[in-house]
């Protein structure tokens, strides 16, 4: 609801003698009904220009924000005016086109465009700020990888915080584009996924896509041969929330790169999002032009690290509990113990483990993981050694290491059996 201060009777004792003061009013009610983010984003950078003839006209920054204010605020901007300027006011926006020389143009609102008074006639006309209703598109997600089912870790933490924050906000956040890289197994695309399914759980309306950079470089050159390249453009300037997995793969690709770079420019001067995975950070990628290597540093840049011990435990358990499976500590402890390199070998041991259990009707003991765990990655048998016995005792007793019981000396004397 609109605020009360722009009710009739509270107008009447306001009159405005300027298209400033007349603008400032405006902000105090439209403040009032927005969050303050939207509002410091989208209504402070307003300048009012003049009111005549009943005509008011705003100066934006610039043809983007005429199209989100005409999408998501042209009711209450178009309110907000009839009550404080009077009904019938007129809605025009100026764009400036060239700061030097102060060049510009006045677009009216959509909500002004004239409209034909015949049904069925068509004068030619179309507002290059009319929005034609695009077509679903399958997002080509897997729902499986979503936020949900991706465990949060020091390894994985920054770029799953700032995966929650764009599926929240696509566009519309410091991180535009997010740059995730890491090695195989890591999670890149479990996370690229997980953001493209929260966004489309958020903002059905979105446009989202997910697509290996492999599949975009097969479209590509089925454009090509088929002389569509102006479609295949077409098509993915119209995405919101864009998301390319692998894309050191466009490597040596130089008409793919050259595509991209123009969709990319596209859809981030547009205010589209753009979430891309690599397995190596931007700085050391090879083969790719260096206007999008510089583009993809705009944003974030966030590494996503081998899974800790307790991250992959964690993983471990959270994949048992999902596949109603009972295995004991010990063993969970011994896989998590043994299989660091990444995520996709954790899930693989606890298949195998499973096949294997129902398969030779034996119980998932420690007997049966060193077993599969073997076959999947090098277990090497710990020694013992006076360090680490005194690092265990160390810790059982809460001692610090500066304390004379956890002296070497003390233990490689000491006469109690170890």
Known sequence: MLNQKCNPNYLSKNMFKSPEELWKKCLSVISDNISEASYNTWFAPIEALKFENNIFVLQVPSQFFVEYIEEKYIDLLRMTLFRVAGQGTRLEYRVLIDKSSDKATQIPSTSEQPKNKLAGVNNGYVSPYHKVQLPEIDPQLNPSY?????IEGTSNKLARTAGISIANEPGKTIFNP???YGQSGVGKTHLANAIGVMTKQLHPEKRVLYVSANTFQIQYTDAVRSNSVNDFLNF????DVLIIDDIQEFSGKTGTQNTFFHIFNH?????KQLVLTSDRSPLVLVGLEQRLLTRFKWGLSAEIEKPGFELRKAILENKIYRDGLEISEEVIDFIAENVV?????LEGVLVSLMAHS?????PINLELAEKVVGRIVTVSKKINTVEKIRDVVCEYFSLSGNSELCDLKWFRFCPCPI
Do not use: A, K, W
Request: aromatic fraction near 12%.
């Open 146 to 150: 979503n936020f949900n089912s991706l």
């Open 178 to 180: 997010l740059f995730m």
């Open 236 to 239: 993915y300037q119209t995405i």
């Open 267 to 271: 859809l981030h001067q547009s205010g």
């Open 341 to 345: 390199d990444n995520v996709r070998d």
């Open 358 to 362: 129902t398969l030779t009707d034996m």
